[in-house]
C-alpha cells in the first residue's frame, strides 16, 4: 500500500519532471516543504518563500508533511525525483530530517532550513531559526509583569521532538524561576494543537481551579487554551502565547490573550530563499549556516501593526 | 612479544570479529574521565570558567570601548558606532554587542533582589546612565553574543547554545568581587558586555571585570 503510493508519487514526480522542461521557468524549481497549513505560521512561511521565489525568476512547489518523517522523506522523493534546483524546509523532526536532508544533499539538492533545526551541522546549507530564547525571555518577562509576580500558573509544551519546543520552555523557567512566588501548577504537552490544547486547558482547569495564568509553547495551543477559559468563564486567566499569529493579534486587541512573541515567519522564508538564489549561483550564502533573528514581544501597544507575521514600522 | 602484549593483540582480533565489541581503558579513578559523563549544563560550565580564564583577558583588551568614545560614536548612529566598536552576528537584524569600559558613581542598588543590579553615573551628569547587573540572576544574553568567537553553527543546537549563555552569565556572576554595604555614593570601574538595540535603549551590562576606585 504504502509502497505503491510511493511509487505511484515516483512515477508522478518523474512524469513532471519529463514534462516540466517544456515551461520550466529559468531559474529552476524551488521545493518548499512546511507542516500543515492549519497553523497559520506555517502557511505564511510558504507564501513568504512562494513570493519571493517567484520573484526571484524560480518555479516553486508547495508540499506539507503535517509532522510526519515518512511523508516528509516522500517529498523529498519528489522533490528529488523532479530535479529541484533547492528545497527550502520547516522540517519535521530534528533527528529525523537528518537523512531526508543528507539524501537531497547527495542528489546534488542543497537545502535552506527556516523555523526548526536539525541536530546535525554541515549537511543543509542554511539553517534560519528564530531566537526562540530570546523570545521566550521576552514573553516570560511580559507574563511574570501580568501576575503581578505571583501567583498559579500552567503551562503548555510543544511538540517534543521539536527542539523549539524545549528551548521556548527553558527561555521561559530562566525568567519565571527567578520569582519565587510564581507556582507552576501543571506543565503539560498540547503538540502545538489548537484542538489539544482545549482538552489539556479543561482538565486543567478541573485539577486546579485556582490557576491565574497560562503561558503557552506557540499561538495555535494559546488559541485552544482561551476558547477553554472562556467557555469555563475563566477570562481572567492571563495567557500569553508565541509566534505572533494574526488570530492572536485580534484575541489581544479584543482584550483576550494578553501577548505573544513575534517570530519573523514572513521575512526568515523569504531570507532563506535569496540565500537558496545567491548559493545556487555563486556557491555560497556569504553566512554561516545556523542564523537566529531576534523576535519582538506583542501586547496591547503595538497589536495594531502586526499582519501575517511581520510588524509594520 | 610479551604474553601480555599477545594477550591484548588475540583479544583485539578476537573483538574485531565481535561487532559491537570495543576496547574501553580503564579510566584513571583520579581523572576527570572516571567522572560520570557530563550532561549539557556541566559542559557548558567548564566551557564558560575556560572562556573567562584563557579567552576573556585578550578578548576585552582587543575590543573594549570606553563609554565616553561610544557615547560620542553613537551621536552618528547605532550602525556608525557598532561598525567602529561593535560586535555583530552575521544574521539579519541581529543586535549590536558592545564590550563596555565605564567608570562612575553608584547612584542606586538593589542587592536584595535575586536580579541584583546597581546603576552607575558614567558622564558625570548626576544621573544613572549605566546598569550594572550584579546576579546572581543575569538577563540575556550579552556576553555570550558579545563574544565574536562564538559561532552558532558549532553547537547542537539552540538548547546548547543558549545554557552557554547561561553559564556564562553564572561565571559573571561568580567571578565579582564586591564590598560589603552600601554602595551608592562608591565609584568603580566595570568592564563588560552589552547589547544595544537601538540607540536610545538603556545601557545595561554584565560585568566581566569589577573594581572599586579609591575615593
Known sequence: MKLNRRLMISAFGLSLAIAMPGFASAEGLIAIITPSHDNPFFKAEAVGAEARAKELGYETVVMVHDDDPNKQSELFGTAIARGAAAIILDNAGADATVAAVQRAKDAGIPSFLIDREIKESGIAVSQIVSNNYQGAQLGAEEFVKLMGEEGQYAELLGREADTNAGIRSSGYHDIIDQYPDMEMVAQQTANWSQTEAYTVMETMLQAHPDIKGVISGNDTMAMGAWAALEAAGRTDVMVVGFDGSNDVRDSIKAGGIKATVLQPAYRQAQLAVEQADQYLKTGSTGVEEKQLMDCVLINGDNAEQLETFALSE | ?215
Open chain 2, 1 to 215: 612479544m610479551t604474553p601480555a602484549r599477545t594477550a591484548l593483540v588475540a583479544g583485539a582480533l578476537a573483538c574485531a570479529l565481535l561487532p559491537g565489541c570495543k576496547i574501553v581503558p580503564n579510566p584513571d579513578p583520579e581523572s576527570d574521565a572516571a567522572a560520570a559523563p557530563m550532561d549539557d549544563d556541566q559542559r557548558m560550565a567548564l566551557q564558560a570558567a575556560q572562556i573567562f580564564d584563557e579567552r576573556l583577558p585578550a578578548y576585552v583588551q582587543d575590543h573594549v570601548v570606553d563609554a565616553a568614545t561610544l557615547r560620542a560614536a553613537l551621536a552618528d548612529g547605532l550602525d556608525t558606532a557598532g561598525t567602529a566598536h561593535g560586535i555583530r552576528p552575521g544574521s539579519e537584524g541581529s543586535p549590536w554587542n558592545f564590550v563596555l569600559r565605564a567608570e562612575g558613581q553608584v547612584v542606586e542598588a538593589d542587592r536584595e533582589s535575586r536580579a541584583a543590579s546597581m546603576v552607575l553615573d558614567s558622564n558625570g551628569d548626576g544621573q544613572g546612565d549605566l546598569t550594572v547587573q550584579l546576579g546572581p540572576v543575569i538577563r540575556g544574553t550579552a556576553l555570550r553574543d558579545a563574544l565574536d568567537f562564538l559561532i552558532f553553527t558549532d553547537f547542537r543546537d539552540q538548547i546548547e547554545f543558549a545554557k552557554l549563555a547561561r553559564a556564562l552569565n553564572d561565571q559573571a556572576h561568580q567571578r565579582l568581587a564586591l564590598p560589603e554595604g552600601n554602595l551608592v555614593g562608591r565609584s568603580f570601574t566595570v568592564e563588560g558586555a552589552m547589547t544595544l538595540p537601538s540607540v536610545d535603549e538603556p545601557w545595561v551590562v554584565v560585568p566581566i571585570a569589577l573594581s572599586e576606585v579609591a575615593p
